[in-house]
């Protein structure tokens, strides 16, 4: 028996993006002032028989950080969609933190940065290896850069000894990572990767309720990440992450959060893994007929019948008030005026079928753990859901029968 879990935790979504930057925010705050804090335990009843799993997440509340003397002093390096969202955080918990510097190549995200956070001109940079030629001008410092330029300042900053948040994947390869692993350990800062599924009220949840011990030994997980349609579009298609050479395999750059949270879940290292995948959908042989030669959208005869239509994907939600993901990507300024024209001339006006995307569309994977159990993990495109990993309901069905557990989870 299983059951959609997501009604619980629905309203949560569109708190989502705050709830975890709180919180991963929290915990490297926390570290800093190295005051370790109390960790509510659920209670074995709020997931008995006749209780609502809904009740039990109400009831998760993230540790409150004690309150620094001072703010603790914040450093944005890449000032995108999540170096601003990262900083946002000290807008709304001003006593916590506080952001002292940016380093951003594009003039409107930087200039936005500096005003937004009243940040003095002498510690605003156009890059990185600027602010990695003064001294330490902060406590920590956030790495939001595209994953292809994580290793390079990770290692300076560490070298520099801030404390850093390194957005996910870590890096692109395992050489970059161990060099970088060394650079925290060698300067013994408080480093943490942006691997922020770890931290919802969902998965701390699930966390909890395993550690415990209620459901017995865990033997097998089966994981499915349904990317969306759209959002596997936009990002993976003619997006940031389209193509391997610039940035990494789509499993990494989407569901590297996945595999954390088998392991995190698990607690037990990964001992075989076999995995395939598959660019099925997403190339020139899929082409509707009706689309002809087109090659953008807003040329395009199929386009009121393509669900990728980046007219349906970015003008419609415009004109009904997103402003935000994933139209603040396509645009610096919100206007329909630089929208229209980023989609006549940008990437994420292209036809999803002619794009030079090389990532897979659908993955799995299987994994063995030292402690005996196994895992699989499903990535797939074409969903209607949006990354809403769902979550079997931990009723007392489950409960009654520990040792199986099916997580489909956020
Ligand atoms: N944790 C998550 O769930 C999650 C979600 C989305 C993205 N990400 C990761 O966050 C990172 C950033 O993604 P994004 O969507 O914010 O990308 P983005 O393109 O919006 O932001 C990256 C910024 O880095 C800036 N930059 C480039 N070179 C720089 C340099 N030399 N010095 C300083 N800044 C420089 C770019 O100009 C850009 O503004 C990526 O690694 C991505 O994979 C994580």
């Given at each position: 028996m299983t059951f959609d879990t997501r009604f619980c935790f629905g309203n949560l979504l569109a708190d989502y993006h705050f709830e975890i930057l709180n919180f991963i925010m929290s915990k490297i705050l926390n570290f800093i002032m190295s005051k370790v804090k109390d960790v509510k335990i659920i209670p074995q009843d709020h997931i008995d028989e006749g209780t609502s799993f809904a009740k039990a997440l109400k009831d998760l509340k993230d540790p409150i950080p004690s309150l620094p003397a001072e703010p603790i002093t914040i450093s944005i390096v890449g000032a995108g969609q999540r170096g601003s969202g990262y900083a946002f955080y000290s807008k709304m918990n001003p006593k916590l933190a506080k952001v002292v510097a940016v380093a951003e190549p594009k003039e409107s995200r930087r200039k936005k940065m500096q005003e937004t956070y009243n940040i003095p001109n002498e510690n605003v940079f156009s890059d990185w290896k600027e602010l990695a030629k003064r001294p330490k001008i902060s406590d920590a410092i956030i790495i939001a850069t595209l994953d292809h330029l994580h290793?390079?300042?990770?290692?300076?900053?560490?070298?520099?000894?801030?404390?850093?948040?390194?957005?996910?994947?870590?890096?692109?390869n395992l050489d970059e990572c161990k060099k970088i692993t060394d650079a925290a350990i060698r300067n013994k800062i408080v480093f943490l990767v942006g691997h922020v599924l770890r931290y919802t009220p969902h998965n701390r949840l699930i966390k909890r309720i395993i550690d415990s011990g209620?459901?017995?030994?865990?033997?097998?997980?089966?994981?499915?990440?349904?990317?969306?349609?759209?959002?596997?579009?936009?990002?993976?298609?003619?997006?940031?992450?389209?193509?391997?050479?610039?940035?990494?395999?789509?499993?990494?750059?989407?569901?590297?959060?996945d595999i954390d949270l088998m392991l995190h879940w698990n607690d037990s290292p990964c001992v075989k893994i076999s995995s395939f995948g598959n660019l099925s959908h997403f190339n020139s042989k899929n082409k509707p007929?009706?689309?002809?030669?087109?090659?953008?959208?807003?040329?395009?005869?199929?386009?009121?019948?393509?669900?990728?239509?980046?007219?349906?994907?970015?003008?419609?939600?415009?004109?009904?008030?997103?402003?935000?993901?994933?139209?603040?990507?396509?645009?610096?300024?919100?206007?329909?005026?630089?929208?229209?024209?980023?989609?006549?001339?940008?990437?994420y006006g292209r036809c999803v079928y002619e794009c030079d995307n090389d990532v897979a569309d659908h993955q799995v994977v299987n994994m063995e753990f030292a402690n005996g159990a196994t895992a699989t993990v499903t990535m797939v495109a074409f969903t209607e859901s949006i990354c809403t990993r769902k979550t079997n309901k931990f009723d007392a069905y489950l409960i009654k029968r520990p040792g199986f557990l099916v997580l489909w989870g956020r």
């Amino acid at each position: 028996m299983t059951f959609d879990t997501r009604f619980c935790f629905g309203n949560l979504l569109a708190d989502y993006h705050f709830e975890i930057l709180n919180f991963i925010m929290s915990k490297i705050l926390n570290f800093i002032m190295s005051k370790v804090k109390d960790v509510k335990i659920i209670p074995q009843d709020h997931i008995d028989e006749g209780t609502s799993f809904a009740k039990a997440l109400k009831d998760l509340k993230d540790p409150i950080p004690s309150l620094p003397a001072e703010p603790i002093t914040i450093s944005i390096v890449g000032a995108g969609q999540r170096g601003s969202g990262y900083a946002f955080y000290s807008k709304m918990n001003p006593k916590l933190a506080k952001v002292v510097a940016v380093a951003e190549p594009k003039e409107s995200r930087r200039k936005k940065m500096q005003e937004t956070y009243n940040i003095p001109n002498e510690n605003v940079f156009s890059d990185w290896k600027e602010l990695a030629k003064r001294p330490k001008i902060s406590d920590a410092i956030i790495i939001a850069t595209l994953d292809h330029l994580h290793m390079e300042p990770a290692i300076a900053f560490a070298d520099l000894k801030y404390h850093v948040l390194l957005e996910k994947p870590m890096a692109i390869n395992l050489d970059e990572c161990k060099k970088i692993t060394d650079a925290a350990i060698r300067n013994k800062i408080v480093f943490l990767v942006g691997h922020v599924l770890r931290y919802t009220p969902h998965n701390r949840l699930i966390k909890r309720i395993i550690d415990s011990g209620l459901l017995g030994n865990i033997i097998n997980i089966q994981h499915l990440e349904p990317v969306g349609n759209w959002h596997f579009a936009h990002s993976y298609v003619r997006g940031n992450w389209r193509k391997e050479q610039d940035s990494c395999f789509s499993l990494m750059t989407k569901c590297c959060h996945d595999i954390d949270l088998m392991l995190h879940w698990n607690d037990s290292p990964c001992v075989k893994i076999s995995s395939f995948g598959n660019l099925s959908h997403f190339n020139s042989k899929n082409k509707p007929t009706g689309a002809g030669e087109a090659k953008r959208c807003l040329d395009c005869a199929y386009e009121p019948s393509c669900a990728y239509s980046a007219k349906k994907i970015y003008i419609e939600p415009f004109e009904k008030g997103n402003h935000h993901w994933p139209v603040s990507v396509v645009t610096d300024v919100l206007d329909i005026e630089h929208l229209v024209d980023a989609l006549k001339t940008g990437p994420y006006g292209r036809c999803v079928y002619e794009c030079d995307n090389d990532v897979a569309d659908h993955q799995v994977v299987n994994m063995e753990f030292a402690n005996g159990a196994t895992a699989t993990v499903t990535m797939v495109a074409f969903t209607e859901s949006i990354c809403t990993r769902k979550t079997n309901k931990f009723d007392a069905y489950l409960i009654k029968r520990p040792g199986f557990l099916v997580l489909w989870g956020r």
